[in-house]
């Protein structure tokens, strides 16, 4: 499997470096890994987009 960066993943997105980095930190993803703690993220590239808006329909 191809990992990216919180670069790529924030391009990908449409979000912000910042906004990709904070959610990794705080995600208790397992499939979103660092080697050691302080360094990049490590993001499968084919992770769905989790700041992608929801369709909310109203019945």
Known sequence: MSDMGT???AELWGVSQDRVRAWC?????????QDKKG???HIPKDYPNP??????STK
């Open 51 to 56: 700041f992608a808006k929801q369709n909310k």
């Open 39 to 41: 360094s990049h993220y």
């Open 25 to 33: 930190k705080k995600t208790n993803d397992e499939r979103i890994t």
């Open 7 to 9: 670069r790529l993943a």
